[in-house]
């Protein structure tokens, strides 16, 4: 099999117009590495799948799948990790945009380090603000109660207080974690060969932590590299999918709570933990309904 360097996956919903945008910024800057760009389209209905035929399968190394249902995110990646050629696997989301080198000098620094099986970088708000998912830890029932409630936002310096999101150490410095975004995860084949492809228990949430969590247990590092950024429009496919995506978010936290926190605590203190998921998110979904052009629960 030929190989390259990287391979770009897409998993594209009807975000035509963000994903052009963001294969024309990995073109742009992408100069110093060999990569294919896998598109994965899950069932759009915005001629998505036209526009990638029209302006880029002419491309060397640019492929799409077209699915007639929506996958999810996990799903979908899996079929792109399933014929990538690359040395390492770029998750990257369609509602971005490169800047500059990011995607080469995040490449370099993966393959520099033995131990290092995944990478993020930083990532940004269309503001320029940092956006706190791109460097996580996997959170203990107290860590989302802080953040849920809003008590680690009102302290972002406390490191007791802000441990999921680490508002109290420097986005400029590098950082081993527990997850960073899957808006923009480069992993190395070598990792996926270890622990298997994503999780697809998980439709578009908590997948990637989930990842992240099993490369670590593999003996991989993951670390945070603030050696460039990227622009993430958040959030425009939950838009979309309004209460579906919010009963998918908090239905990741039962999933990804079974899997990591359940046999750390006893029989009623899960229940506890269960009726609080359900009672927030049953005030979501209902607050969805009340705004339908709002959103509730977007990924990261």
Request: hydrophobic share 40%; proline share 2%; aromatic share 12%.
């Amino acid at each position: 099999m030929l190989k390259c360097d990287l391979t770009i996956i897409i998993v594209n919903w009807n975000a035509r117009e963000l994903l052009k945008n963001c294969l024309d910024s990995i073109y742009k800057n992408v100069k110093n590495i060999t990569f294919e760009i896998i598109v994965v389209d899950n069932n759009s209905t915005d001629e998505s799948c036209k526009m990638l035929k029209d302006k880029y399968m002419d491309r060397k190394g640019f492929k799409l799948i077209e699915n007639r249902d929506n996958k999810g995110f996990a799903g979908a990646n899996n079929q792109g990790i399933g014929i990538a050629k690359g040395e390492a696997i770029l998750l990257l989301n369609p509602d971005t945009i490169i800047n500059g080198d990011v995607i080469d000098r995040i490449y370099e620094y993966l393959i520099s380090e033995e131990n290092l099986g995944i990478a993020g970088c930083k990532v940004l708000n269309s503001d320029g603000t940092l956006q706190l998912a791109c460097r996580r830890m996997a959170p203990r029932p107290k860590d989302a109660f802080f953040k849920l409630f809003g008590i680690s936002k009102l302290f972002k310096k406390n490191k007791s207080l802000t441990r999921y999101n680490l508002t109290h150490v420097s986005e400029d410095e590098f950082l081993d974690v527990d997850s960073v975004s899957g808006c923009f995860l480069m992993i190395k084949r070598e990792v996926i060969d270890k622990i298997g492809f994503l999780d697809e228990t998980f439709f578009m949430y908590g997948e990637e932590m989930d990842w992240c969590m099993r490369a670590k247990k593999a003996g991989y590092i993951v670390r945070y590299c603030p050696v460039g950024t990227i622009i993430h429009y958040k959030g425009e496919s939950s838009k979309q999918l309004g209460t579906k995506a919010t009963y998918e978010f908090y239905r990741a936290m039962i999933i990804f709570y079974n899997k990591y926190n359940k046999e750390d605590n006893f029989f009623l203190f899960n229940w506890i933990v269960y009726l609080g998921i359900f009672l927030l998110g049953l005030i979501a979904i209902i607050k969805n309904l009340l705004t339908p052009n709002g959103r509730v629960g977007t990924k990261g």
